[in-house]
C-alpha cells in the first residue's frame, strides 16, 4: 500500500489549492478516504471523509470552503481547498480506510501567507 | 461532536519501563454493528502517523507485542510493557464510529 500526497505550496489568503493522493498497492475504488491535517507543531485534525460510493462528510471548520473528491479510473483521491485562511497552514495528510486509518500517506505541505 | 480526552500529554519513561496512556471520550464509541472504532496510533519525529492498534485491542501486522490496547464504552487505555528507544513520539487515540471523527490531543512519550 502506498500513498503519495502532491500539490501543496504556498498560497494567499483568499485563494484555492487542489490536493492530490495518489493511490497504490490496494483496490482504491473499494475503501473509503480521509483527509486529516497537522498545523506545525500541534496535533492531527480530522478534515474530510469519501466513502468508496463517493458519499462525504466534513469538518465544521472546512465546511463550505473544502470539497473531497475520487477518481477511481485514477485511484487518485483529491481535496479543492477554497477560500483559504492562515488557520488552514498545516501538512495535509491522505490516509486509507472508513473506520480504521490504517495506511497514511507522508503529507503534504500546505502554507497559507500573504 | 465526539471529544476524546488522552492523559497524560507527557509521559517520561526510562528504557524497559511499562507505561500507560488513557483515552476517554465523551460518549461511548461502540457502533451499531457491535464494533468499537478506537484505535492507537504513533507519530515518531519527522514521520507520518502509523496504526498500533485498532478496534480497541487488536494489534496492528508488524507492531511489537509489547503494545497493548483495553477498555470498552468510553473509556480505553493503551500501555507498552517495556519501553524501547523506538517508541519515542506522539501517541494520539482516534475514533472512527462517528463523524466528524476525531483525534485525542496526544501524548508525548519522552526518555527520562
Given at each position: 500500500v502506498q500513498l503519495v500526497e502532491s500539490g501543496g505550496g504556498l498560497v494567499q489568503p483568499g485563494k484555492s489549492l487542489k490536493l492530490s493522493c495518489s493511490a497504490s498497492?490496494?483496490?482504491?475504488?473499494?475503501y473509503g478516504m480521509h483527509w486529516i491535517r497537522q498545523a506545525p507543531g500541534k496535533g492531527l485534525d480530522w478534515v474530510a471523509y469519501i466513502s468508496s460510493s463517493s458519499g462525504t462528510v466534513y469538518a465544521d471548520a472546512v465546511k463550505g470552503r473544502f470539497t473531497i473528491s475520487r477518481d477511481n479510473a485514477k485511484n487518485t483521491l483529491y481535496l479543492q481547498l477554497n477560500s483559504?485562511?492562515?488557520?488552514?497552514?498545516a501538512i495535509y495528510y491522505c490516509a486509507r480506510s472508513s473506520h480504521y486509518f490504517d495506511y497514511w500517506g507522508q503529507g503534504v505541505m500546505v502554507t497559507v501567507s500573504s | 461532536d465526539v471529544v476524546l480526552t488522552q492523559t497524560p500529554p507527557t509521559l517520561s519513561a526510562t528504557i524497559g519501563q511499562s507505561v500507560s496512556i488513557s483515552c476517554r471520550s465523551s460518549q461511548s464509541l461502540l457502533h451499531s454493528n457491535g464494533n468499537t472504532y478506537l484505535h492507537w496510533l504513533l507519530q515518531r519525529p519527522g514521520q507520518s502517523p502509523q496504526l498500533l492498534?485498532?478496534?480497541?485491542?487488536r494489534l496492528e501486522s508488524g507492531v511489537p507485542n509489547r503494545f497493548s490496547g483495553s477498555g470498552s464504552g468510553t473509556d480505553f487505555t493503551l500501555k507498552i510493557s517495556g519501553v524501547e528507544a523506538e517508541d519515542l513520539g506522539v501517541y494520539y487515540c482516534v475514533q472512527g464510529?462517528?463523524?466528524p471523527y476525531t483525534f485525542g490531543a496526544g501524548t508525548k512519550l519522552e526518555l527520562k
Open positions: 498497492g490496494f483496490t482504491f475504488s473499494s483559504l485562511k492562515s488557520e488552514d497552514t | 492498534i485498532y478496534s480497541v485491542s464510529t462517528h463523524a
